[in-house]
C-alpha cells in the first residue's frame, strides 16, 4: 500500500481507501452530430497503439502510486465495445496484474446497442465486466436518426436482453430529452418503453447544444428548431413522476436506480473521491499536501501523440519507481499529461457544496467540513440562509442539507451562489 514520506518537503497524503479508474476509448465507428466528447472516427489503424499505450499508463501509475487498492473501473469514450474482440480482457487484465482490486468491484464499459451482439456480450463478461451502460439515447426512431445513431429502438431493446442472456444483472440505459423537434408525447413514449425493460438504472441528460459540433450549427443555420427549455422542463417532471411509480430512487439530479444499484463509480466523482483517468483526454483527481487539496490533470487529446508520450512515460516511471509523495510537480512531470491546476481553497469548499448538493439523499455538511478542513456553514452563512428562505435548500437535522424538490431543475443557480465572484 502506498505510505507517502513523511517530510515538509514532500507533505504526505495516502490513498488508503482506494481510487476509481477510468479508461478512456477516443474511437467510433461515427461520431454523433451533438457530441464532443474526444472522440474521433475513421482511425482504426491506431487501434493496436492505442492498446500498447494504455497498458503501459495503466502499469506506470502501478508503479508510481505504489499498487493501490482499486473499488471502481469504468470503460468510457467514445466507444468501448467497439474494441476489436479481446482488447477489453488484455485491459482489464493489466489492471488486475498491477493493482490491488476490490473483490466487489464495479466494472462497468460503455457500449453502443449494435454492438451487442451475443459474441460480443459474452465477450465483455467473460472479461470480467458486470456492469453495462447502454447508449439508447431516444426509443423514438425518428430521433435517433436526427442525433446521427446507428441503431433503432427495436434494437436498444434487444441489446438490453442480450446483455441479460449473457449474465448481467447491472444494466444502464442512457436517455436525452430537450431534442429539436421532440414532443412530450414521443418522450412519454420513450420513458414508458424503458420502463417496460426494467433495467437496474437509467440516467437522463437534457441535451446541451456544445460549441462546434454539427448539432449545434445546424440550430444555429435554422436547420434544426431551437429545443424548449419549458418544453424540456415538463420531459423531466414527467420522468420524475414515472420513474417514481415505477419503483426507480432518484439519487442524483440526472440519474435513478432500483435499490442498491447506484452507479458507485460517478458516486466517486460526486463525492469527490480520488480518481485516475487513462487514456487520451482522460482526466484524473489527486489529494496533495497537507490539507489534500484536489490536483485536477488530464492526459495529451491526441491519441497518436499519447501514444508516443506513453513509451517515455514507462520507461521515466520504471527508473523512478515508487513516489515517496503524491505531489502537483511530479504530476506535472508526467510525459502524457498536457495540464494540472491545485484546488484553491474557494474552489475546493465550492465543489464540495455543489458536488454534494447533487447527490438527492443530501450532504453532511459537518463531514464535508472536517474532511475539507473548511467551516462550510460558516463560510457559506448567508448563502445558506438565503437559498433556504427561497425554498430551495432543506436542513435535516442540524447537519443534513439537501436541495428542495424546487431547485431540481435550477440546480445550477444555486450551485452558482457558492462561487466567488
Known sequence: MFQPAQSHDHPAFTLDEGISLYVHVPFCLSKCPY??????????????????????????????????????????????????????ARILDAIARNYRVSDDAEITAECNPNDLIPEKCAEIRAAGINRVSIG??????????????????????????RCRRAGFDNVNLDLMYGLPQQSLDQWQDTVARVVSLAPEHLSLYSLTLEEGTPLRRWVQQGRLPEPDPDLAADMYEHARAALAAAGYHHYEISNWTL?????????????????????????????????????????????????????????????AGLWPAVSAD?????????????????????ETMFLGLRLLDGMDIAAASARTGIDLSDRYRQELAELKEDGLLVWEGDTRLRLAEEAYLVANQVFTRFLVE
Request: include cysteine.
Open 35 to 88: 457530441c464532443d466528447f474526444n472522440t474521433y472516427q475513421g482511425i482504426e489503424s491506431q487501434f493496436e497503439d492505442f492498446l500498447t499505450a494504455v497498458i503501459r499508463e495503466i502499469t506506470a501509475w502501478s508503479v508510481v502510486l505504489g499498487r493501490p487498492t482499486v473499488n471502481t473501473i469504468f470503460l468510457g469514450g467514445g466507444t468501448p465495445s467497439y474494441l476489436p474482440d479481446g482488447d477489453v
Open 136 to 161: 439508447v439515447q431516444s426509443m423514438d426512431n425518428g430521433l435517433l436518426a436526427m442525433l446521427g445513431r446507428r441503431h433503432d429502438a427495436d434494437e436498444a431493446a434487444e441489446a438490453l436482453e
Open 259 to 319: 435499490p442498491g444499484l447506484g452507479s458507485e463509480h460517478n458516486l466517486a466523482y460526486w463525492r469527490d473521491l480520488q480518481w485516475v483517468g487513462v487514456g487520451p483526454g482522460a482526466h484524473s483527481s489527486l489529494r496533495v499536501g497537507d490539507a489534500g487539496s484536489a490536483c485536477r490533470f488530464w492526459t495529451v487529446r491526441s491519441p497518436r501523440e499519447y501514444a508516443r508520450l506513453a513509451r517515455d512515460w514507462e520507461m521515466n516511471a520504471a527508473q
Open 330 to 350: 511530479r504530476i506535472a512531470a508526467v510525459p502524457t499529461v498536457d495540464g494540472s491546476e491545485v484546488s484553491d481553497e474557494a474552489t475546493t469548499a465550492a
